[in-house]
T-cell receptor, first 109, second 113 residues
Framework: QQQVKQSPQSLIVQKGGISIINCAYENTAFDYFPWYQQFPGKGPALLIAIRPDVSEKKEGRFTISFNKSAKQFSLHIMDSQPGDSATYFCAAGANNLFFGTGTRLTVIP | DAGVIQSPRHEVTEMGQEVTLRCKPI?????LFWYRQTMMRGLELLIY????????DSGMPEDRFSAKMPNASFSTLKIQPSEPRDSAVYFC???????????FGSGTRLTVV
């Protein structure tokens, strides 16, 4: 049973464009919703995270939008750059994290 | 701090052999997690410890897998006997607050032939 569902599986965006990745969760006990970025050969690294008491969090070019009633959250990458090309994972949990299946983002120069 | 340290980085072994993966968490972190990453199933939680005590091992695939944390600075994941379907990248992560702020190691890429 997939606790966190993520889409799309892959995404190609032009440099300067907006990248949007979506996730949905089932368990209403989850209280922490991070996004991780992974480069080939490396472990996932925390990018940005949100708690359910706010609907949006922005850090630089990265924004999380959170919809508690719909049990959905999304990552927006503004002004996407080639250096953003990586695999992105959403996650959700309380004592431990359940991860989505990942989105491979490619930003074309 | 050097971060979460995993060894070896790569392991190639023959089916039926015992494999031991090692992890050193960040000093002061009291949670340690073992995940397995495959293309088909993504990141799966295998087991996690709090203060060296296993809390949830429901993700361990079968009895061939075992994990220990003898002290706050060391954990092992053992597969005995190994099978080709165990081929994956195994990650260790640590944190001081449960789900909050995982730091992952660089992983061990296991290939069972």
């Amino acid at each position: 049973q997939q606790q966190v569902k993520q889409s799309p599986q892959s995404l190609i965006v032009q440099k300067g464009g907006i990248s949007i990745i979506n996730c949905a969760y089932e368990n209403t006990a989850f209280d922490y919703f991070p996004w991780y970025q992974q480069f080939p050969g490396k472990g996932p690294a925390l990018l940005i995270a949100i708690r359910p008491d706010v609907s949006e969090k922005k850090e630089g070019r990265f924004t999380i939008s959170f919809n508690k009633s719909a049990k959905q959250f999304s990552l927006h990458i503004m002004d996407s750059q080639p250096g953003d090309s990586a695999t992105y994972f959403c996650a959700a949990g309380a004592n431990n994290l359940f991860f989505g299946t990942g989105t491979r983002l490619t930003v074309i120069p | 701090d050097a971060g979460v340290i995993q060894s070896p980085r790569h392991e190639v072994t023959e089916m039926g052999q015992e494999v031991t993966l090692r992890c050193k968490p960040i000093s002061g972190h009291d949670y340690l997690f073992w995940y397995r990453q495959t293309m088909m199933r993504g990141l799966e939680l295998l087991i996690y410890f709090n203060n060296n005590v296993p809390i949830d091992d429901s993700g361990m695939p079968e009895d061939r897998f075992s994990a220990k944390m003898p002290n706050a600075s060391f954990s092992t994941l053992k597969i005995q006997p190994s099978e080709p379907r165990d081929s994956a990248v195994y990650f260790c992560a640590s944190t001081s607050g449960g789900a909050y702020g995982y730091t992952f190691g660089s992983g061990t890429r296991l290939t069972v032939v």
